[in-house]
């Protein structure tokens, strides 16, 4: 029950889960499968995070402590859905006062992803989100206060290439998710231009972004 109020009050949502199980001997390991997490318990949009299933691992100290702390955690199936910025619960409905000031309630040490899919949604309604397939994440400190660091290797939807990035995510927004800061180097592979009219060839880049989750800019270099 630690957990899972520890997870909600971190992402400011309702946490909705299949099946956990803790077990304690010889060192205490966490499994679990089917977690959704409903950002301000919206059933309108798409959840913010689906997981399949996970597994982990922590320490009897960290799982009883403040912030509750899990030391490694392994997932299959994650799908991220990002609100689009300024889309709250409702326009007349106070916000969170939340305290500036208030601790992480929860962190994951290191977190390992593979095959997850990141889905942002837009402000225009039918328009379809941006879709990254991101292959392998490996990310420390999530849930922290500060920046998260983070590697991944995932798949930009148009032009169609692969990406590989080092840098940080972070710290989440829990108002607004769309809003939440990125930072990090890159290399943009093999990218197809044919999917644009009038247009054939590969792309390649690297350099860096920044920027948040909605609206990243990027400094870098190409070849064609």
Do not use: C
């Amino acid at each position: 029950q630690r957990l899972v109020n520890a997870l909600g009050e971190r992402f400011d949502s309702e946490v909705q889960l299949e099946n956990l199980t803790v077990s304690l001997l010889p060192r205490p390991k966490l499994s679990g499968r089917g977690l959704v997490l409903r950002h301000k318990h919206r059933t309108d949009v798409p959840p913010l995070v689906m997981i399949a299933s996970f597994s982990g691992e922590a320490g009897l100290v960290g799982l009883l402590s403040d912030p509750v702390t899990v030391s490694n955690i392994r997932l299959e199936g994650l799908e991220i859905n990002v609100p689009p910025g300024g889309l709250s619960l409702n326009d007349d409905e106070p916000d969170s006062d939340a305290d500036d000031n208030e601790t992480s309630p929860l962190i994951v040490r290191n977190l390992q992803s593979e095959r997850a899919v990141l889905r942002i949604l837009r402000r225009t309604g039918g328009k379809a989100p941006r879709v990254f397939e991101i292959g392998e994440l490996d990310m420390k400190d999530v849930g922290a206060d500060h920046p998260w660091p983070f590697r991944a290797n995932l798949t930009n939807p148009k032009p169609p290439g692969r990406i590989q990035t080092e840098g940080t995510f972070g710290p989440w927004q829990e108002e607004e998710p769309s809003q939440t800061p990125l930072a990090a180097s890159y290399r943009f592979e093999n990218a197809d231009l044919g999917v644009f009219d009038g247009i054939a060839g590969i792309l390649n880049s690297s350099g860096a972004f920044k920027g948040v989750l909605e609206r990243i800019e990027v400094d870098g270099t190409t070849s064609m």
